[in-house]
């Protein structure tokens, strides 16, 4: 029991023993942690007064750098604002100088001035002396003298200025006939042509005469239908096993001779046979006409032709004029007037154009009085041709004032075309005859001084007395000479008569 006891004891004394050693030795601890954090706290103390120290050292010598800088930029500033204080007023001691100079000037001028006023009117009174004494010796008051001097000025000045005119126009002629000649010669020499073909023959050749009969028919049955259907005369002579076909219409008149020799080949002639070959005939002759307008203009690589043109141009394919095929001339024409056009920089298409359409009048057929130009131009103009073609087409044998270039080089290349060597049958002296009876007819009128034949005979100038012949006279003048040229020659398509009659005067500079 003791012994238990004093083992509890002993427990007890122990643990009391452990718990004191345990709070003294935390207390230690205690005791030196708090001496430590003192110690921390001393040094940090010490240490923020060291780094305040130093920042506020730092900020002073910043602080002093800045205020230095401030002040070397302000006595720079300052320096530079008393060099420009210094300019300033020398700037204002010059314009002051300048001013008292600009015076001084001011004043001498304004001396000269008066000094100029006096004098001029000294000159003014002079002047008028003078004026009032030439006009007391030439008998002339001023403004007549004036109007003389203006007047002789006027004139030299117009002298002159015909001179020049009359030497820039002798050039220009000069050259543009150079030229011309250059442009027609090259384009002549370009193109190949062959020359003027047969004339169409009008004539059908006969096995024996006893065809004619047979051609004749009972009672003259069989050439009264043949003419009805064609529309032509058929004329049976005593020529040997030959018939004469005759119309105006170079259509028709191929229609009846192709008609009349397959009618002699088959033998078998009468009305039915004659009906049914004219109608195949005539339609053969129909695609003929296409066929030879559409194969022209695709030669010439011309676009938007109707068919009505089409037509218009095929039927020149059996038109001839002094032998020389229509057709083959428009498309000579046409070529022409390209490459003229090209030459001097016109619209060669619009030319080729109007080249090919010119004699299309004469493939239209109609009852009007109208020459070839005006139906052309007619159908033309229908058929929404350009109305630069159309003018072309109507100038081309001057019923009208050419309105372009082109419409001059038309005319130019239809000149051409019919005036080369071997384009048409006409000789040389019949064709000199025909200009010569025209110069003659006109010359046989009394007040003609002149008469002249251009053209290719197309068109006769005459030149009249102007003291002899009124413009009354001149227009019954004209009247006279075409009705006399109608009665008396043959030519083909129309003659124009101009008549000039103009007053000359004429002044030598000696």
Request: proline share 2%.
């Amino acid at each position: 029991m003791n012994s238990i006891l004093v083992i509890l004891l002993g427990c007890l004394f122990g643990i009391v023993l452990g718990w004191l050693g345990r709070w003294l030795y935390a207390k230690f601890k205690l005791t030196s942690v708090e001496q430590r954090a003192v110690r921390l706290n001393e040094e940090a103390i010490k240490e923020a007064e060291a780094k305040s120290k130093e920042l506020l050292l730092e900020t002073r010598d910043q602080l002093l750098k800045e205020q230095q800088q401030q002040e070397r930029e302000a006595r720079e500033r300052r320096s530079e604002l008393q060099r420009v204080e210094r300019r300033i007023l020398q700037k204002e001691e010059n314009l002051e100088s300048k001013q008292a100079e600009l015076d001084a000037i001011k004043k001498q001028l304004g001396d000269r001035e008066d000094k100029l006023s006096d004098k001029e009117e000294e000159v003014a009174q002079i002047e008028g002396s003078l004026i009032t004494e030439l006009e007391r010796i030439s008998g002339l008051t001023s403004e007549e003298a004036k109007g003389l001097i203006m007047e002789n000025l006027y004139n030299d000045a117009r002298r002159d200025a015909q001179l020049m005119i009359n030497k820039i126009e002798q050039e220009a002629h000069l050259s543009a006939d150079k030229k011309a000649r250059e442009i027609v010669v090259t384009s002549i020499q370009r193109i190949a042509t062959e020359v003027v073909s047969d004339m169409t023959i009008a004539s059908v050749s006969l096995p024996g005469d006893e065809m004619k009969g047979r051609i004749i028919g009972r009672e003259g049955r069989n050439i009264r239908t043949l003419e009805t259907l064609t529309g032509v005369d058929v004329i049976i002579d005593d020529t040997p096993e030959a018939v004469v076909i005759s119309c105006f219409d170079p259509v028709r008149k191929e229609i009846a001779r192709v008609s009349l020799e397959r009618l002699v080949q088959d033998g078998r002639i009468h009305p039915a046979r004659i009906e049914e070959v004219v109608n195949k005939v005539s339609k053969e002759v129909g695609r003929i006409i296409a066929d030879e307008g559409e194969r022209v203009i695709f030669d010439l690589g011309i676009h938007n032709v109707g068919p009505e043109t089409i037509r218009a141009l095929g039927r020149l394919h059996f038109r001839t004029s002094y032998g020389q095929n229509v057709l083959a001339h428009s498309k000579e024409v046409a070529i022409l007037s390209g490459m003229i056009a090209s030459e001097i920089g016109a619209n060669g298409e619009l030319a080729m154009r109007a080249g090919l359409l010119h004699d299309i009048g004469k493939g239209i057929e109609t009852e009007s009085d109208a020459n070839h130009a005006e139906l052309g131009a007619d159908l033309a103009k229908r058929l929404g041709e350009d109305p630069r073609v159309v003018n072309a087409i109507l100038s081309h044998h001057n019923d009208a004032e050419p309105e372009t270039l082109e419409a001059v080089i038309v005319q130019i290349a239809d000149a051409i075309s019919a005036a080369r060597p071997g384009a048409r049958r006409e000789t040389l002296d019949n064709y000199i005859k025909r200009l010569e009876s025209l110069e003659q007819i006109a010359e046989s009128f009394e007040g003609v001084d002149k008469a002249y034949a251009i053209q290719a005979g197309r068109e006769l100038r005459i030149l009249v007395n102007n003291d002899q012949v009124s413009d009354e006279g001149a227009k019954e003048i004209a009247k006279g000479i075409a009705k006399r040229i109608e009665a008396e020659l043959r030519y083909p398509g129309r003659i124009k008569v101009t008549i000039i009659r103009e007053m000359r005067v004429v002044e030598y500079a000696r």
